[in-house]
Every structure is written in C-alpha cells, then in structure tokens.
C-alpha cells in the first residue's frame, strides 16, 4: 500500500513542469527558501489528489490490511473526538527568509531588507532567528517592536479606536491615518496622557474601557439642549460638551432584541452558527456574497475587508424591515409569549416590558398609555377575528373536493391556518439529495392577501441566509402573479456562497379546484447552461376528466445544498414560519430521490418509487411506521380567540418598543 502511495506521489508530481520538479526533489539540505514555498504548494496539490484514492477498491495484501485495521478502529469509534477546526495560519520555511526583490523599470532588481518606518526606527534593525521553532525571527521583531513601552504609534492607535468606540469619533478623526494626511488629534495632550497610562498599566484594554466610561465626559446625555454659544462655537460637538447620539451597531441590536425576547443562547465558543439560530452575533456565520438582511441592513461590514469606522446610516430599507420584516415580528412575538407566560397583570406586564428594552420602569403617564394600548388592540383583534370551531380531526371526506377521481383517497388531510391543525411535520432520519422530485396532490381554498407562498412541502425555514427548499403556490401580491406554481432553493452557487432563488412555472393553480402537482429538481446544468440546474414542473387539472397533463422546464443558477438535513420536512408549511401556511386540503404528498420521468409519476398512476422517502396520505397519517407525522401547533391557537388576541395586541405593543429611538440609540 505505501508503495501504490509512493508511486501515485511520484505521477503527480511528474505532471508539474520540470523546473518544478527539480525544486521538489532537491535534498532538503540543498533546498532554498523558495525551493521549500514550492514543495509546500505541490505537496498540497498533491496530498489532495492522494485523499482521493478509494479504500474500497483495493485488492489482494493490501486490501487484507486496511480491513483488520478498520475492524480494529470500530471498536473505539465512539471515543473519536471530534476534528479539530481549521484555521489559516502563517508559519516560515526555515531560519532563512527568502529575499524581497523590487524591481525598477528599468530592469534593475534591488534586495529590499525589512524595516520598521523610518520615521519612528532610522536605524537598521537587528532581527535573530530563532533556532529552537526554525523561525527567520522577523514577525518575532515585529510584534516586539510594536509592543515597546516607547513605541508613540501603537499605544495611540489602541486608544483612540477605543475612544472612538464609545463616543462614534476618535481624538483622531482619520483613526486608519495617523500621517501627514489625518486629521490632527482634537485634544492632543489627552491622547498623549490615556496613552502613557494605558501602559503604565499594563496595556490593560479594562482599565481604559472604565476610565473612559466613568469619566463626566462619557456620562453626559445627549438630550442636552444646546445653547447658542454651543452651537455658534461648535455645532459638530467636536469638544463634547454633550454626548452624541449613537445607533446600536448591526450585533449589537440583533443581540439586544434576542435578549428581550428570551431568546439568546448564551452559549460560550463552539463552530459559527446561520443567523437564523438565536446564538449571539459574533458565532453567526459571515457570509460574504448572502449577507443577513438584518445585519446588513444596519450596517454590518461585509467581510471582506476591514473597516476603520462604522457607518451608521438611516435609511427607509431600515424602518422597512424593522416594520414589516419577519425577523423582528418574531422577536416581538416571543417577547410577547414569555411576558405572557409569566402571567402577570397588564400593568406590571408593561412595567416588565419597559425594564427589558429600556432598563427603566416606565412613568405613569407611559404606563397608561400602554395598558391603553394593549387593551384597544386586544378588543379590535377579537371583534375581527372570527370564532373558529375546534376541529375533531384533521381528516375530512375527499368526495367533497375531488370527486371520485382515481388519483383520489377515501379521507384526505385539511390544513387550517389558525387551528392546531396548520403544519405536519414528518419525523424521519431519510433525506433526499439534491436532485429529487416532490409530488403532491392538493386543494386551494384561498391565498394571501400580500406576497407570502401558500406552501404545500418545505425543508426550510424561510432565512435567505439557511439552505433549504419549498413548493408552492404564491399569493395576491407576489411579483410573479398570482396562483404560480413556484420552488424557492436557497443553495449554493458555483463559488459556493449561499444564494436565494424563486424558480416560477408560470402554471396557474385555481383555486377551490383540485390539482396534481410536481416538481422535478434537478442541479445538473442543460447545454445551454454554464452552472445550475433546472426545476421541471407539471400539473393536471383533476376536475377536468379531460385535462392533460401540462409541463415545463425552468433553469435555474443554485448548484446545490438546498437539500439540507438540518431543516425539518414540513407539510402545510415550513419550519420557524407562519406566514406560509397552505389553507386547504392535501390528499397526498411523495418525496423521492432522483428525477422521476412522467410515466413514473403518481398522474401516470403508477406505483410509489422504489426510491420514494415518504407518501403522506391519510391511511398511513397514523402509521407508526418510518415515518412518522405530528401536528406543529401554534404558541396560542385560533380556537381560543382571546387568548390569540392577547398575544397578538402585546406583541403589537412590544413590537413598538423595539422600534423606538430609546431601544435603537445610546441618548
């Protein structure tokens, strides 16, 4: 087997050009600097083309050997730690560096030595290598030179980005640009004294974050009203004589609104979580071409570069998503269900609500005004909200809605939005890949007044930040018309960001109309196509005895990872969402891996798929069989009509508070 290794080792480097070869096979006493940055990227190349050779397909000896082995290491599986993660790091090849050439125009080439700025260090350094780590010592100096107790730059640095984090302006304005070109420090002797007693103390970043804090500068609010000499002399209160507003930065206020909602797992270390889990901002992983709506929207840094101030704009896409966006909704509602929960008066209710977002009680004027509030919402919400009857079953007859069609069952499942009967979830451990194709036998009663996806079967939670899928119907005010057939894949694209794509059939679902419907998902790209897939759809009118069977093929860019095991599989719905419910009646739901064709289909009448991974349906809704179902009910269900509109009136009110200036900005 090591000889197969060696050998394999031996053709992948034969494919690198000779002069690459002649640098790798060096002996390692004869290798320069350069000769070993070299063995280190084909090494690389050449370690990944061995980490593709099969076990599996060894024979003979060999395979006799890795099979005792891997016996061996099953008994001891369970105490296998998990990896380690994996980070960049930067290491030397040796004690020498190779050199640092600069090339003029001319032609001419110049060993370029390293230095420190000549401003602050004329002299030439003295750099030692360190033997016992072969290290060239040069990042050893580095960072010794730029701790030194006399080094004027760093210390300064360090202290105005921290005054600048407190007070949204450093001493120094430009606090990426100390040079000729900054801007000049507006209280010089005071950026000289923090910095001299930053290091007096140790370089202790506490001690300057409490001595900045607890100065009567930092304490000052910025309700202050300005005189006119303030505002003749210095109308951009560059000598503070007020404190400035400042806006929660982008973690900041997720984190906030988390923490008032109950929510905030407070977790410590652990590998990057989506946005959508409640885990605190800086473990949310930072995806650079899908960034969070929420976060970007308040003017998060995408990643891709540092920033050395914040921006903190103010803008209508804000008020938008802080409005009308899903996200904060649902915090307002959780805030709301836990307030609740506790089961408190309205009074002390809105006491405890102002003590979470505003750490104060609230004045008495505040607080008649919000029991007020609740109290008008409340009775507004039940005097539109109609009793609905408690429904003994989710299983109703199916003659009702599809007649005696062949493809129709005895019993079929109704989804009512509003009742414990809204969403199904199917509790399975089989997952489908990312080619795959969804079936579904369906009723449509009404849709959404506003843009939201009637959904008949999802694996997603509706974050354009987490992979997942969904299939269904879109409603009144969708760009894509109305009664579309529609998948939404949020997957990766061919650089492997995660990206959110609506692939329409533009095949009209009528509504109380009974339908067969399919999507065939497929992420292998047509002749035409560089990256991507294509969705293709089919439906058939099962009122109409003499409908046939309509069909089309929709491209599009997402190249996989939608299929995402992380994400439960819902019928009726999705995950972690309410405002996607299906208000009808499901006779029947397939999943099966692969692409079907058409005569494989249920339209077709044909058997279930050998590959089929569930078929809902209401013989088998009580299966205790693989898989399994449960009903996914609502914190407060629309059969109690006060009890929905008590929560729905208090999370208004909550709601209201996270939108406020006093939640938003330090005054």
Same mark, same amino acid.
């Given at each position: 087997m090591e000889s197969k290794k060696a050998n394999s080792r031996k053709k992948a480097i034969e494919k690198f050009p000779e002069e690459v070869q002649l640098m790798v096979n060096k002996p390692d006493q004869e290798k320069t600097p350069y000769d070993k940055q070299i063995e280190y990227l084909v090494e690389r190349q050449v370690g990944n083309d061995l980490a593709g050779i099969k076990i599996d397909k060894l024979m003979g000896a060999d395979k006799v050997i890795v099979d005792e082995a891997v016996a061996a290491l099953k008994a001891s599986e369970a105490l296998k730690p998990k990896p380690l993660p994996v980070a960049f790091v930067a290491t030397d090849t040796g004690e020498k560096a190779p050199p640092t050439k600069m090339i003029s125009r001319r032609g001419g080439e110049q060993i370029v030595e390293p230095g420190f700025l000549t401003l602050l260090e004329p002299d030439d350094i003295d750099i030692k290598p360190l033997t016992e780590i072969a290290s060239t010592g040069r990042r050893t100096a580095l960072a010794n030179w730029i701790t030194r107790p006399d080094n004027p730059l760093s210390t300064r640095v360090i202290v105005?980005?921290?005054? #600048? *984090?407190?007070? /949204?302006?450093g001493l120094?304005? @430009?606090?990426? $640009?100390?040079g000729k070109l900054g801007e000049k420090p507006s209280h010089p002797q005071l950026l000289d004294s923090l910095a001299h007693e930053f290091v007096v103390h140790g370089w202790?970043?506490?001690? &300057?974050?409490?001595?900045?804090? #607890? @100065?009567?500068? *930092? !304490? #000052?609010?910025?309700?202050?009203?300005? @005189?006119?000499?303030?505002?003749?002399?210095?109308?951009e209160n560059r000598w503070l004589w007020?404190?400035?507003?400042? !806006?929660?930065?982008?973690? #900041?206020?997720?984190?906030?609104?988390?923490?008032? @909602?109950?929510?905030?797992? &407070?977790?410590?270390g652990g590998q990057g979580e989506e946005a959508a889990r409640p885990r605190r901002t800086i473990y949310t992983r930072k995806i650079r071409n899908s960034q969070d709506d929420f976060l970007h929207s308040f003017d998060s840094p995408p990643g891709f570069q540092s920033v050395a101030k914040r921006d903190a704009t103010t803008t209508a896409l804000q008020s938008l998503l802080m409005v009308n966006g899903e996200w904060p909704l649902q915090r307002a509602h959780s805030m709301a269900a836990s307030l609740l929960s506790k089961k408190l008066s309205p009074e002390l209710m809105v006491s405890r609500a102002y003590e979470l977002c505003y750490a104060r009680p609230p004045s008495a004027t505040e607080l008649n005004l919000a029991v007020t509030f609740i109290k008008q919402q409340e009775s507004m919400l039940i005097s539109e909200q109609p009793v609905m009857p408690t429904p003994s079953s989710p299983l109703v007859d199916a003659k009702s809605f599809f007649g005696t069609h062949p493809l129709s069952v005895s019993k079929v499942i109704a989804f009512r939005p509003g009742s414990e009967y809204e969403k199904l979830k199917v509790v399975s451990n089989s997952v489908e890949k990312d080619e795959f194709t969804v079936e579904a036998i369906v009723y449509l009663d009404s849709l959404y007044p506003d843009a939201s996806v009637r959904t008949i079967v999802s694996r997603w939670n509706n974050d354009k930040a987490s992979k997942g899928w969904a299939f269904g119907v879109t409603s009144a005010l969708s760009k894509y018309q109305p009664n579309n057939l529609i998948m939404q894949l949020c997957g990766d694209d061919f650089q492997g960001s995660v990206i959110y794509e609506v692939v329409a059939s533009d095949l009209r679902i009528a509504l109380k109309t009974p339908y067969y419907v399919a999507a065939v998902v497929s992420n292998h790209p047509q002749q035409n196509q560089k990256f991507g897939g294509t969705v293709k759809f089919y439906t058939r009118n099962l009122s109409d005895p003499e409908a046939k069977m309509e069909s089309v093929t929709v491209q599009h860019p997402v190249v996989g990872g939608y299929a995402n095991a992380q994400r439960s599989l819902m019928? /009726? /719905? !999705?995950?972690? $969402?309410? !405002?996607?419910?299906?208000?009808g009646v499901i006779s029947r739901t397939v999943l099966s891996s692969g692409l079907l064709v058409e005569e494989q289909l249920l339209a077709a009448q044909a058997k279930s798929s050998p590959r089929c991974i569930f078929d809902a349906q209401s013989e088998t809704l009580a299966n205790t069989s693989e898989p399994k179902y449960q009903w996914e009910k609502k914190v407060a269900t629309g059969n109690d009509a006060a009890s929905a509109a008590s929560l729905e009136a208090l999370a208004d009110f909550?709601?209201?508070?996270m939108n406020s200036n006093e939640f938003l900005y330090l005054q």
């Amino acid at each position: 087997m090591e000889s197969k290794k060696a050998n394999s080792r031996k053709k992948a480097i034969e494919k690198f050009p000779e002069e690459v070869q002649l640098m790798v096979n060096k002996p390692d006493q004869e290798k320069t600097p350069y000769d070993k940055q070299i063995e280190y990227l084909v090494e690389r190349q050449v370690g990944n083309d061995l980490a593709g050779i099969k076990i599996d397909k060894l024979m003979g000896a060999d395979k006799v050997i890795v099979d005792e082995a891997v016996a061996a290491l099953k008994a001891s599986e369970a105490l296998k730690p998990k990896p380690l993660p994996v980070a960049f790091v930067a290491t030397d090849t040796g004690e020498k560096a190779p050199p640092t050439k600069m090339i003029s125009r001319r032609g001419g080439e110049q060993i370029v030595e390293p230095g420190f700025l000549t401003l602050l260090e004329p002299d030439d350094i003295d750099i030692k290598p360190l033997t016992e780590i072969a290290s060239t010592g040069r990042r050893t100096a580095l960072a010794n030179w730029i701790t030194r107790p006399d080094n004027p730059l760093s210390t300064r640095v360090i202290v105005n980005r921290v005054w #600048q *984090y407190h007070f /949204g302006r450093g001493l120094v304005s @430009s606090s990426s $640009d100390f040079g000729k070109l900054g801007e000049k420090p507006s209280h010089p002797q005071l950026l000289d004294s923090l910095a001299h007693e930053f290091v007096v103390h140790g370089w202790d970043i506490k001690w &300057l974050h409490r001595t900045i804090m #607890q @100065s009567a500068t *930092y !304490r #000052q609010t910025a309700r202050l009203a300005p @005189s006119t000499l303030a505002l003749k002399m210095d109308p951009e209160n560059r000598w503070l004589w007020r404190m400035n507003p400042m !806006r929660l930065d982008a973690e #900041q206020a997720r984190d906030t609104m988390l923490a008032v @909602s109950g929510e905030l797992n &407070l977790t410590m270390g652990g590998q990057g979580e989506e946005a959508a889990r409640p885990r605190r901002t800086i473990y949310t992983r930072k995806i650079r071409n899908s960034q969070d709506d929420f976060l970007h929207s308040f003017d998060s840094p995408p990643g891709f570069q540092s920033v050395a101030k914040r921006d903190a704009t103010t803008t209508a896409l804000q008020s938008l998503l802080m409005v009308n966006g899903e996200w904060p909704l649902q915090r307002a509602h959780s805030m709301a269900a836990s307030l609740l929960s506790k089961k408190l008066s309205p009074e002390l209710m809105v006491s405890r609500a102002y003590e979470l977002c505003y750490a104060r009680p609230p004045s008495a004027t505040e607080l008649n005004l919000a029991v007020t509030f609740i109290k008008q919402q409340e009775s507004m919400l039940i005097s539109e909200q109609p009793v609905m009857p408690t429904p003994s079953s989710p299983l109703v007859d199916a003659k009702s809605f599809f007649g005696t069609h062949p493809l129709s069952v005895s019993k079929v499942i109704a989804f009512r939005p509003g009742s414990e009967y809204e969403k199904l979830k199917v509790v399975s451990n089989s997952v489908e890949k990312d080619e795959f194709t969804v079936e579904a036998i369906v009723y449509l009663d009404s849709l959404y007044p506003d843009a939201s996806v009637r959904t008949i079967v999802s694996r997603w939670n509706n974050d354009k930040a987490s992979k997942g899928w969904a299939f269904g119907v879109t409603s009144a005010l969708s760009k894509y018309q109305p009664n579309n057939l529609i998948m939404q894949l949020c997957g990766d694209d061919f650089q492997g960001s995660v990206i959110y794509e609506v692939v329409a059939s533009d095949l009209r679902i009528a509504l109380k109309t009974p339908y067969y419907v399919a999507a065939v998902v497929s992420n292998h790209p047509q002749q035409n196509q560089k990256f991507g897939g294509t969705v293709k759809f089919y439906t058939r009118n099962l009122s109409d005895p003499e409908a046939k069977m309509e069909s089309v093929t929709v491209q599009h860019p997402v190249v996989g990872g939608y299929a995402n095991a992380q994400r439960s599989l819902m019928i /009726g /719905g !999705r995950e972690q $969402d309410t !405002r996607s419910l299906w208000d009808g009646v499901i006779s029947r739901t397939v999943l099966s891996s692969g692409l079907l064709v058409e005569e494989q289909l249920l339209a077709a009448q044909a058997k279930s798929s050998p590959r089929c991974i569930f078929d809902a349906q209401s013989e088998t809704l009580a299966n205790t069989s693989e898989p399994k179902y449960q009903w996914e009910k609502k914190v407060a269900t629309g059969n109690d009509a006060a009890s929905a509109a008590s929560l729905e009136a208090l999370a208004d009110f909550c709601h209201a508070l996270m939108n406020s200036n006093e939640f938003l900005y330090l005054q």
